[in-house]
């Protein structure tokens, strides 16, 4: 070939076979090539038997699925672009007009949203439960419910729900949907680290592995993980139909991460802890939510089916401090940052409007504020909070 661009292209060096390091090989592909027409015929594109098309899985994406796989006890996992895009994928998978989507008042918020908004329009209508009252999901399930969301523990808010018992109630749901019921998870807070969702019932799990899998702030990913076989053929294919696509490089980003998750979910758990426990003792503060805490609702189910707890807390501070000393509190903290997501090395905090979130009601008069520990000592974290509580009272 003489062309210097064609023979850039088409060049016939390849590298020799065999090479092996510890990170996986990052592969970027829209094309994918086949070597004959009847190659690129017969391939099976909804198996991980081969490659079709960049969307449709490379070699990267199947090596973090597979770990993803293992690290939550499922069989089966797919990508999606961001955690919420997880949660969207399950609901647009299962859910068809006239059926009825069970979600934890609780729940992460943009879960709801999508109800209220997508799924309404779609004819699909969203009922809100009370996550620490199975008999209230008992009530509330009807012949048209078709997908119950569970959270564990509820976003901002950290009661710890029985899931066990959540699950029961929906197994036991006399006037089941022709088409059954499913019970989907979402897992971000457990990671697969701090209890086993399929072992607890679940039949789906959704994780932002935005959270502790990337573990640096940096990337926003997603996945959908089961061990029902045809539970996970349903998905994938509203996955491939959704276009759900995720770049190779957040893929490496993810697969980094992931041999020091352990690590760092111990140690941020360690931190969060102590730093809960001491916040506890704060005259300021009225009521300090971590389900490993003993009076945290929910801290019974905690202690028997986790065996760990993320580095997530919120206080309620006494109702004598009004919203917007809490919001000088929150700006005179220094080494936690303003910002929402978690388990980065960077730790956070934002106040929650509480009564504005919950359609099923609040039970606290106090402003909230929900802190998430980063890698930094908890010493240094101690002394940030000490330094920002007078701003509590006295206007700087
Ligand atoms: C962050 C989060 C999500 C959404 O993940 P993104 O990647 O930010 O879209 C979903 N559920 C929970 C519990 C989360 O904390």
């Not at 990508?79 to 895009?85: D, E």
């Not at 009922?127 to 523990?153: G, I, K």
């Not at 929900?370 to 002394?383: N, P, S």
Request: proline share 7%; glycine share 8%; charged share 20%.
């Amino acid at each position: 070939m003489a062309d210097l661009s064609t023979s850039l292209i088409h060049h016939p060096y390849k590298p020799p076979a065999g090479f092996e390091s510890v990170a996986p090989g990052v592969h970027k592909a829209s094309t994918i090539f086949f070597p004959t027409v009847a190659a690129l015929r017969n391939r099976d594109w909804t198996h991980k038997t081969g490659y079709t098309y960049g969307l449709h899985g490379t070699p990267t994406t199947f090596v973090l699925e597979e770990r993803l796989a293992t690290l939550e006890g499922g069989r089966h996992c797919i990508l999606v672009p961001s955690g919420l895009a997880a949660i969207t994928l399950v609901s647009m998978a299962f859910l068809a007009a006239g059926d009825e989507v069970l979600i934890p008042d609780n729940a992460y918020g943009p879960n709801k949203a999508f109800a209220e908004a997508e799924l309404k329009a779609w004819g699909i209508t969203g009922v809100y439960y009370n996550a620490m009252d199975p008999q209230d999901l008992a009530r509330r399930l009807s012949p048209r419910s078709r997908l119950v969301w569970m959270e564990a523990p509820g976003s901002i808010t950290l009661e710890f729900p029985d899931l066990p018992a959540l699950v029961e109630v929906v197994r036991a749901h006399p006037q089941a949907h022709p088409q059954g019921i499913v019970s989907a998870l979402d897992n971000t807070w457990g990671a697969g680290i701090a209890f086993n969702a399929f072992d607890l019932g679940a039949d789906i799990s959704v994780h932002a592995l935005t959270k502790y899998p990337s573990g640096g702030a940096d990337v926003l990913m997603g996945s959908v993980i089961t061990r029902d076989a045809a539970l996970h053929q349903r998905i994938h294919f509203c996955h491939m139909r959704l276009g759900f696509g995720v770049g190779a490089n957040d893929v490496e980003l993810v697969l980094r991460g992931l041999p020091s998750i352990v690590l760092r979910y111990a140690a941020q758990d360690a931190t969060t802890r102590e730093l809960a426990s001491w916040m506890q003792t704060l005259p300021q503060v009225e009521r300090v939510l971590h389900p490993a805490l003993p009076g945290s609702p929910g801290h019974e189910a905690w202690k028997r089916d986790c065996s760990a707890a993320a580095c997530i807390f919120s206080a309620v501070f006494k109702p004598e401090f009004e919203p917007a000393r809490i919001d000088a509190f929150c700006d005179a903290l220094r080494l936690f940052k303003l910002g929402y997501s978690w388990a980065g090395p960077v730790s956070l905090c934002a106040p929650y409007d509480m009564p504005k979130l919950r359609q099923l009601g609040w039970p606290h008069q106090g402003g909230l504020v929900r802190f998430c520990l980063g890698l930094e000592a908890v010493a240094d974290l101690k002394a940030d909070i000490v330094q920002a509580l007078p701003a509590l009272t006295v206007s700087r």
